[in-house]
Nanobody
Framework: QVQLVESGGGLVQAGGSLRLACEASGRTFSGYYMGWFRQPPGKEREFVARIGWSNGNAYYADSVKGRFTISRDNAHNTVYLQMNSLKPEDTAVYYC????????????????WGQGTQVTVST
């Protein structure tokens, strides 16, 4: 069983930055694919970014490519999402997810989910 706890959300002006963190319980964190998803108000949950076992294997949604960076610190069981040049359309609840096996963009690929953290980008 893996428990995921997100932090770092908040209110920021357009063009600003935030860094989300997701801390995982358990001793096998380095063996999980980790992803970030988001759910904008009134919309479906959507894929944002994914990272494999190392920091060299990242994949991004087109909407965030070049602005967001996913990374992980296996020594501290934490995955991060650095969000720069934020736009009002980035407003959403952001969720961290973990997959025991290979995973990319489908939420069904992921086995464990955090409770979410709100990110609001004002104009």
């Amino acid at each position: 069983q893996v428990q995921l706890v997100e932090s770092g959300g908040g209110l920021v002006q357009a063009g600003g930055s935030l860094r989300l963190a997701c801390e995982a319980s358990g001793r096998t964190f380095s063996g999980y694919y980790m992803g970030w998803f988001r759910q904008p108000p009134g919309k479906e949950r959507e894929f944002v970014a994914r990272i494999g076992w190392s920091n060299g294997n990242a994949y991004y949604a087109d909407s965030v490519k070049g602005r967001f960076t996913i990374s992980r610190d296996n020594a501290h069981n934490t995955v991060y999402l650095q969000m720069n040049s934020l736009k009002p359309e980035d407003t959403a609840v952001y969720y961290c997810a973990a997959s025991v096996g290979y995973a990319v963009t489908l939420s069904s690929d992921y086995d464990y989910w955090g409770q979410g953290t709100q990110v609001t980008v004002s104009t």
